[in-house]
């Protein structure tokens, strides 16, 4: 035990994973993983239901042994390591308080284990942080979902871990509280210093949060790093529609100009800049965000630095407040999504429209027709399961 | 419905009435003045409940059972808990087969329990007594306990226990300070209760019981020339102390709840 007390520094710690595999009977739920966040930041994991990031989190936390693959913690291999002798802590996506406990020796909990000597004072020091002290001697069962959330934080951070993990602990709170939450969370860790791994399906709480992100599709990682980055250059078809929407139109490079790859999707061309497509020649699909897009009701006059295409016909209107949603159906593309801010001018269901973009916002995407997306099997049933 | 209101509550009375006339009864006939056999009423007296252990067997008998009862109900709940969770926690050949087994005891008349067990000591050669009615009130508590404990073990959250190893519990420490404490409550309940099957267990100990004697027992055997009035204090002592537990725990733990609630 002395051995991992030593881990305990003040800071967060690198946390080094090297091409990590999880194979359960009859699936591979983690496949040949490999990423490093570096100490003091805040990294998101994020993907749909069943993509293999809680399994990634459990194989870092020590709850599941890798098949194979190293976990490093500060430089050290750990793979080898049990939950108990690792200096890792968990904020459970149920929460996980200890009911037959107060708030006060659930938060102490961890601090006793390691025989920290004022662990009682430390952990009325990491309740005030979570403005709880004076809730600290009641029960779990008395307190509300967000109270209970700040308590498994506060039993988590309140060990000072080289890495704390944090399984969707939002998941189960509702959007206002959630938002606030997420807010404090960040505060809490910039505060702290900790080496923070945030796993969410959640794409929104991701980029608000984390600085880092790796986009997690069937065992593997599509894409990582800053969320800008991400969404503004999505790698894959995957990335481009489970990290906001996009609007993707397959087809076939027929040639490239300087600084512009010429794609012929149907009889339509589009451009897209040579330095945002991951592909130059073949199939390739073309993509770009629908607030990009703008809509207008006559032609706009031919410019070499954007991309036209219409006429077409405006299917769906939604206002939103803030910004107005429509459904284009342009012949020979697909059925385009456009969100035009608020300018008072609302374009009706049925108009004729043209839609016009700067080429430079486009994107290439190799072409995946493999794009499903896993339908939702609850995290929660993988720790089920494996028992 | 006039006659509604009237009919449901000397229906309840009459019902509760039938349930406690054999109470009643023996906790009634301890204080008789009895000289050779406690059927009629003789008179008021306390000299049964001041000099109990006068009657010939009566408080060796007692304490018969009192040591089968609490020798068992330690093995019992013992095994049946670590049976109920390897049975709820882990996958392994036979679950299913250890599942069915443990219901055997709880559907086979005692009977025939009774009579296989004494067959089966005699066949092994082991002298009935103490021992052998220890372990058939083992065998058949084990069935009792695994069912009350194991509702108590599903009911768990695995994560709990998983949360203690993520928080620097080591294996041992998360049984002790975790799971057991959580599983407390089942335990209780389940050692309650073999307690009681034991302690008022007849037939499958009159079978193996050899020359010792059980309350019980005892109680048959002294029914054939006159119950002594000193089995009613006993039995009577019994039922009270029963009741003082009920009450002690309900209210013990009402008053738990109150504050709890006061708390929050």
């Known amino acids: 035990m002395s051995d991992s007390v030593n881990g305990f520094a003040q800071g967060g710690a690198d946390l080094e994973l090297v091409g990590v595999t999880k194979q359960f009977p009859g699936f591979t739920a983690v496949d040949n993983v490999s990423f490093t966040v570096p100490a003091g930041s805040f990294f998101a994991l994020l993907g749909p239901s069943g993509c293999g990031k809680t399994t990634t989190l459990r194989l870092i936390s020590g709850l599941e042994e890798p098949t194979s693959g190293k976990i490093l913690v500060g430089g050290k291999d750990v793979s080898n390591t049990k939950a108990h002798q690792r200096p890792i802590n968990t904020v459970f996506q149920s929460y996980a308080l200890f009911p037959h406990m107060t708030v006060l020796e659930n938060v102490a909990f961890g601090l006793k284990q390691r025989g920290v000597k004022d662990a009682i004072q430390l952990a009325h020091e990491a309740l005030a942080l979570v403005e709880l002290d004076h809730l600290a001697d009641r029960k779990p069962m008395q307190l509300s979902g967000g109270q209970q959330q700040r308590v498994a934080l506060a039993r988590a951070v309140v060990n000072r871990p080289a890495l704390l993990l944090l399984d969707e602990p939002l998941g189960a709170l509702d959007l206002k509280l959630r938002r606030q939450m997420q807010i404090e969370l960040k505060s809490i860790q910039s505060e702290v210093g900790l080496t923070f791994l945030h796993v969410t399906h959640d794409q929104e709480e991701a980029m608000t949060m984390a600085d880092t992100v790796a986009v997690m599709n069937k065992g593997k990682i599509e894409q990582m790093g800053p969320p800008a980055e991400l969404y503004e250059l999505p790698a894959t078809r995957f990335v481009a529609t489970f990290l906001g929407q996009s609007n993707l139109f397959d087809g076939v490079v027929s040639g490239t100009s300087g600084k512009v790859v010429r794609v012929a999707v149907g009889k339509l061309t589009l451009e897209v800049p040579t330095s945002r497509s991951k592909v130059t020649s073949g199939e390739i699909t073309v993509g770009v965000r629908p607030e990009k897009i703008e809509i207008s009701r006559s032609a706009p006059a031919a410019s070499a630095t954007r991309s036209v295409v219409g006429p077409g016909t405006v299917i769906d209107t939604s206002f939103t407040g803030v910004s107005t949603q429509y459904v284009v159906d342009v012949p020979g593309l697909n059925k385009l999504t456009v969100f035009e801010q608020n300018d008072g001018d609302i374009v009706a269901a049925g108009s004729k429209v043209w839609l016009s973009w700067a080429t430079e916002y486009s994107f290439g995407l190799p072409m995946d027709t493999d794009q499903f997306v896993e339908s939702d099997t609850t995290t929660r049933s993988l720790a089920v399961a494996k028992r | 419905m006039k006659l509604g209101k009237y009919l449901l509550p000397l229906y309840g009375i009459l019902a509760l009435i039938y349930l406690m006339v054999p109470i009643v009864y023996t906790i009634a006939f301890s204080f008789n003045d009895s000289n050779r056999t406690n059927i009629i009423w003789n008179g008021f007296t306390l000299n049964n409940w001041l000099n109990v252990c006068d009657a010939q067997g009566v408080c060796e008998a007692f304490g018969n059972s009192i040591v089968i009862a609490i020798a068992s109900t330690v093995f019992a709940t013992v095994l049946g808990t670590a049976i109920s969770i390897a049975l709820v926690r882990y996958k392994f050949k036979g679950r299913a087969a250890t599942t069915l087994l443990l219901f055997m005891p709880m559907a086979t008349p005692e009977v025939v329990l009774g009579a296989g067990l004494a067959a089966q000591f005699l066949n ?141």
């Open chain 2, 124 to 264: 092994a050669g082991v002298p009935k007594g103490m021992l052998t009615v220890i372990l058939a009130h083992i065998m058949f508590s084990i069935s009792f306990v695994v069912v009350t404990v194991r509702a108590r073990v599903a009911g768990i959250d695995p994560r709990l226990e998983e949360a203690g190893r993520d928080l620097y519990a080591k294996p041992s420490q998360v049984w002790w300070k975790i799971t057991f404490p959580l599983l407390m409550p089942g335990i209780v309940s389940a050692a309650l209760l073999a307690f009681a099957l034991s302690f008022d267990d007849f037939i499958i100990t009159n079978f193996n019981r050899g020359p010792v004697n059980t309350l019980p027992s005892f109680i048959y055997t002294a029914a054939a020339r006159g119950i002594p009035a000193e089995a009613n204090v006993l039995a009577s002592a019994v039922f009270i102390l029963a009741i003082l537990a009920v009450v002690i725990t309900q209210v013990g733990g009402e008053i738990n709840r109150r504050r709890l609630k006061a708390s929050a």
